[in-house]
């Protein structure tokens, strides 16, 4: 509960600094940051798929 409310917080504040900046025509600084973000939770969630689909025999 406490890691999604993070997540979540977190990516309303990004959404927030990206629209600010944005409005001050700095908006690559913080479309770059969030697209790195987006990039890593796929990431992590497509990792998740595979440990599923071909669990590790120990």
């Known amino acids: 509960m406490a890691k999604t409310l993070f997540l979540y917080g977190t990516l309303i504040l990004m959404i927030v600094i990206t629209f600010v900046l944005y409005n001050r025509m700095l908006g690559a600084i ?10 890593y939770l796929a990431y992590r969630e497509t990792q998740k798929e595979k440990e599923k689909q071909n669990p590790s025999r120990d």
């Not at 913080?30 to 990039?39: A, E, I, N």
């Open 30 to 39: 913080p479309l770059l940051l969030v697209s790195l973000v987006l990039y």
